[in-house]
C-alpha cells in the first residue's frame, strides 16, 4: 500500500470534520492536524511526536527547526520527542540511538476523540523483533495528546512482558523562545542538578535559572512546575508535571548548535527544552503486568 493511500485510509478511520484530519506532512510523514475552537496542533506518527501548539489567539508556542530531518530513522528536531527507554546514550552500548528507540520510528494511531473544546490524539508503539535489538523488554507504550487552551500530555507505559523491567522516560519539549538570553526559569531554586557539560557534577541550583551558555541540567527529586519568562515575546509559559521526578533544562548555545546539523546557526537563541521526565537515579521500576503514566501540562499566559 502507498504512503498517500495510508493517509487517505487513516483519515477516513480516524478523521473528525472540521475538527481533525490525517494529511501529508513533512517528508511524506502522516501527520494529524487538529483544530478545534480553542487550539490548533499537529502530531506526528513519527516518533508519536506533537509538532505544533498553538491556542487560539497565541503564537506557537513550540520550537521546530527548518533544518530538521523528516524520514524513519532520524528524530525531528524540536516538538516535543518521547525519549524511551534510556536518556541520552544507553549506559552499556555506545552504538544504541540516543534518547532511545521510539523517537525515529513510526507509531500507530490509536483515537482522536473530541471532548468539549478539547481534542486528544493517541497513538502507541509497541516491542516487537526490532526493539529486542536493542531492549530485551516487552512493552507497549501511549502517548495521549490533548490540544484544548492547555497541552496535556501523557505517556502510558505497560509492561507486558513476563519479568519487571526498568526505564528512563522523558517528553523532551522544545519551546519557542524570543531571546533565550533574556529568559529566566522560575520553580528549581534550592535543587540538585547533575551538570553534564561539566563532567555530570553535583550541584544546587540558586535562584533562577539563566542561559548564559552551553546548558545541559538534570534537575533531581523535583515534582514542581517550572515556568519561562520569556520578556521578549511576552510570554511566561507554565510546564506542570505528574509523577515526573526529574527535569531536564537543555539549550545547546552557539557551538554545540553549528555542530548540529540539524539546527541552524542561530536557533539556539529561539529555543528551551524543559523536559518532563524520570531519569538517572529516577528511573522507573514496574512489576510484570504493571503501568505507569507521566504527565506533563504546557499553559501560556502574558508577561
Ligand atoms: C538533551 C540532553 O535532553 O537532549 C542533551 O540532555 C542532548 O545532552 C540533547 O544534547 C539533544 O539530544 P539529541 O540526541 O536530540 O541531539
Redesign the pocket.
Known sequence: MGAAVAIVDLDRQFGIPGIASVVEGNGGLPKVRVTSSQASGEMYLHGGHVTSWKPTGADEVLFVSSRSRWEDGH?I?GGV?V?FPW??NKRDDPKA???GFV?TKAWQLASIVQAGDTVTVSMFTESGQNTKTWWPADFRLVHRATFGSDLSLELVLTNTGTTALRFEE?L?AYLRMGQIEKVRVRGLDGVHYLD?TDQNRDKTQQGKVVITSET???YLNTSDAVEIEDPVSHRRTLVAKENSCTT?V?N?WVQ?ARS?S?LADDDWRQMI?I?T?NVADFAVNIERGGRHSMKATVRVAGF
Do not use: L
Open positions: 528524530a528536531r520527542p525519549c536518556f541520552g540511538p540516543a534518547h523517537r522523558a523532551h553534564k545541559d541540567r538534570i531536564v537543555w545547546p554545540k548540529m540539524d527544552c523536559e521526565s
